[in-house]
C-alpha cells in the first residue's frame, strides 16, 4: 500500500487580513491540509514602506515562523510584498514560495473596450515588474494605474462590520468616473480589494473585476501534487492556526470571525527588528 504522509503546513502571509481572500481559494481547493494564515498587523499597511525595510521586514517574519513550524509551502498573499521580496526569500527558504501579483494577463484577454484599470497600492503601482507586466501582456491596451492604500483599510474595517462609506469610495475613484473610456476591467492588484470588490461593483456596474485568487490555488495545488497526491491527503486534526505580529483590541474582535474561515487557533509571533 502507498501511504502519504501528511505535508508540513501551508502557510499564507500578508500584511493584515487581505490575504484570506487568496487563503480561502485554497482552502476550498485544498481543506484537508494544514494552514497557517499569518499577518503583520504591526507594520500594516506595507504599500507606503520603502524596498528596503520590506525585504527585511518580510524575511524576518517568514523567518520567525519557520523557528515554531515546519512549513511544506508558503503563499505571499499580498501584492506588494511579492513585487519586492520573492528573490530574497525564494533565495532564502528551501520550500516553494509562491508570489501574488496583479491579474494583468487575463485582463488583456477579456477587455472588449480594451481600457483595463488596475487598482492597487501606491508600491504595487510604482514597481518595475508591474510596468513589466503591462509591457509584456497589455501592450494593444490602454491600462489606468489607481494606487490606493486607503481601500486596504476600508477593507479591514468593513470585516470588522464597519459600513463601507461609498461617497469616500466613489471620490477615490473619481479619476477613472471621469476618464473618456471608463475601464471595463478592473484588475484588483492587492488581497485586500476583493472584499470590497461588491461596493466597487456598484461603482463600475459594467466592469468586470478579476484577482489572482483562483490562480493562486490551482498553482499551490500544482506544486504540492509534485511531492503529494493533493487529492488524497488524510485531512488534517490539527487546528489551523492564525499567527499576528501585535495582539490589539483589533486582532481580539477578529480572531472570533476567522472561526468563518476554518481558522481556529490564534497565536501571536513576536519579530525582532533589523
Not at 521586514?57 to 498573499?77: F, H, P, Q
Not at 489551523?240 to 481580539?252: A, D, G, K, P, R
Request: proline residues 5%; contains cysteine.
Amino acid at each position: 500500500m502507498n501511504i502519504r504522509r501528511q505535508p508540513p503546513s501551508i502557510l499564507v502571509f500578508d500584511s493584515g487580513i487581505g490575504g484570506l481572500s487568496v487563503y480561502n481559494e485554497i482552502h476550498k481547493k485544498m481543506p484537508n491540509l494544514h494552514y497557517i494564515y499569518a499577518f503583520d498587523n504591526e507594520m500594516f499597511p506595507y504599500g507606503d514602506k520603502s524596498t528596503e525595510f520590506l525585504i527585511n521586514r518580510v524575511n524576518s517574519v517568514i523567518e520567525a515562523i519557520t523557528k515554531s513550524y515546519s512549513i511544506g509551502l508558503a503563499v505571499i498573499a499580498c501584492n506588494t510584498a511579492s513585487t519586492i521580496c520573492l528573490p530574497s526569500l525564494r533565495s532564502k527558504f528551501s520550500f516553494p514560495i509562491v508570489g501574488v501579483v496583479p491579474a494583468i494577463k487575463p485582463a488583456s484577454q477579456i477587455t472588449q473596450n480594451k481600457s483595463i484599470g488596475l487598482l492597487a497600492t501606491k508600491a504595487t503601482i510604482q514597481r518595475t515588474y508591474t510596468t513589466n507586466l503591462i509591457n509584456e501582456f497589455a501592450k494593444n491596451c490602454t491600462v489606468n494605474l489607481l494606487g490606493l492604500s486607503e481601500l486596504a483599510l476600508i477593507a479591514e474595517n468593513k470585516l470588522q462590520g464597519i459600513p463601507v462609506d461609498m461617497q469616500q469610495l466613489r471620490d477615490l475613484l473619481q479619476p477613472w468616473l471621469s476618464l473618456p473610456t471608463v475601464p471595463d476591467t478592473i484588475v484588483l492588484g492587492c488581497t485586500h480589494y476583493p472584499f470590497i470588490k461588491e461596493e466597487l461593483q456598484i461603482i463600475f456596474p459594467q466592469a468586470t473585476f478579476i484577482d489572482s485568487g483562483n490562480a493562486i490555488a490551482f498553482r499551490v495545488h500544482n506544486l504540492l501534487t509534485e511531492q503529494f497526491d493533493a487529492n488524497k491527503i488524510i485531512r488534517s486534526n490539527i487546528d489551523n492556526i492564525v499567527l499576528s505580529t501585535i495582539y490589539n483590541q483589533y486582532v481580539e474582535k477578529l480572531v472570533p470571525k476567522l472561526v468563518n474561515y476554518n481558522l481556529n487557533k490564534y497565536q501571536t509571533i513576536k519579530i525582532v527588528s533589523v
